[in-house]
Structure formats: structure tokens, C-alpha cells
């Protein structure tokens, strides 16, 4: 899983605001982990319960540099996030259609992401029930569960290797072009960092904001819209 996250509002973030964002983003990343893992082992490959990957322990899913170190040098230098953590390991030889079991693996991830922010706009919706300053606190957590669920799902069904999104459109290509086209994964963490870093100089277009951010927030709007809160 890869993730991506821009707001100028970052820079001016209080600690208790790190905090809660930490918490969101590790649940987030947590679940979306374990959820490759789980749907992976359900179709009968067992690399990641080998592994101990089909668990909801943060510290399994956590890569030291992709998701500490890197998000906090881009923190603090150029004021936006992005991280990823460590890749579910997956045999797709061992899923019983190898094929069409990897679109379900692979589409586990972002859906848990929907689910997340699902869920957190149903309890934003119940979040009158609490008083005082615990119902800004707990609403503000919500809404930001809520937003970068939305994030992390969008971001993730791009269809550029290795990204979730990737894995689905393979399975509709023709056999000769899944196996180039995934190992195009190999420079795909080095497009996206040059998308990310260099793209808006280089274009003057906010490529990510337009496919991922927008996308994120008019779902995010639309959401709250049901829950009377848009």
C-alpha cells in the first residue's frame, strides 16, 4: 500500500492534530495490510499468514523508512506526505485462478479504505451523542479518517505498477502484456516520487490533486451530505 497526503495545514499541525493524525494513518495502513493478507489466504495462498501479515498488529505492516523516515523528511522540507508500508507478500501462483483471485487481493486494500471511511462517516453521524470538547476532538479524528481513507483508497486504484490498481487492470490484459506491464512496478516508486516532487514545477499541473485529492474530496462531501453534515 502507498500513500499520499497534501495540506498546506500540515506545517502548522499541533501535536495532539499529529497525534490523531498518526493514529488514523496507521489504522488506515493497518487494515488495509491485513486486509491483502486475509482475502490472499482466502483463496489459498498462505504466504502471508507464513509471514504473520494477516493480523491487525501496526508493527507487522510498518516499514521503518517508507513509512517514518520518508513521510517525515517530506514533512518537514517540502510540506506534504507520502509513505508506503510493507508489501503484503503474495504467491499469486498459489491462488486457486491465479488470474482473477489477484483482482480481489489486490481491490482488498482500497476497499478497506471505503469500509474505514464508511464506518467513520456512520459514527460522525452519531456524534451528537457526545459532549463538549470530546465531541470536537472525536469529530475532528472522524472526519480526517474519513478523508484520508478516501485518499489511500483513490490513490491506491491508480493503475500505475505497483499500485493496487495495477493488479486489476492486469488481470483483463492479454497473457503476453501482464508480465511486462507489472514489472514496469520496479521504476513505479520512482515516477511517483518525480510526479509528486517535480511534476507541478515541471507542468505547472497538480497531476495528484486532480486524479486523487479532488476525487477524495467531492466522495468525502458526498458522504457527509447523506449524513446531513455536507
Known sequence: MIGQLETPRLMTISPAELVVFALCAIVAITFHEAAHGYVAFHFGDDTAKKAGRVTLNPFKHIDLFG????????????????????????????????????????????????????????????????????????????LLSIKLNLILAIFNILPLPPLDGSKVIAAFLPEAAVRPYLSFGRFGMTILLLILLVGPFLIHFDILGWLVLRPADWTMQALLRLTGRG
Open 67 to 142: 513509512t517514518v523516515i520518508l513521510p517525515a523528511i517530506l514533512f518537514w522540507a517540502a510540506g506534504f506526505l507520502f509513505g508506503y508500508a510493507k508489501p503484503v507478500p503474495v504467491t499469486y501462483g498459489q491462488l486457486r485462478n491465479p488470474r482473477w483471485d489477484m483482482v480481489w487481493v489486490a481491490a482488498a486494500g482500497p476497499g478497506m479504505n471505503v469500509a474505514l471511511a464508511l464506518i467513520s462517516t456512520l459514527l460522525l453521524s452519531g456524534i451528537g451523542l457526545i459532549e463538549g470538547e470530546n465531541a470536537a476532538v472525536a469529530g475532528n479524528a472522524l
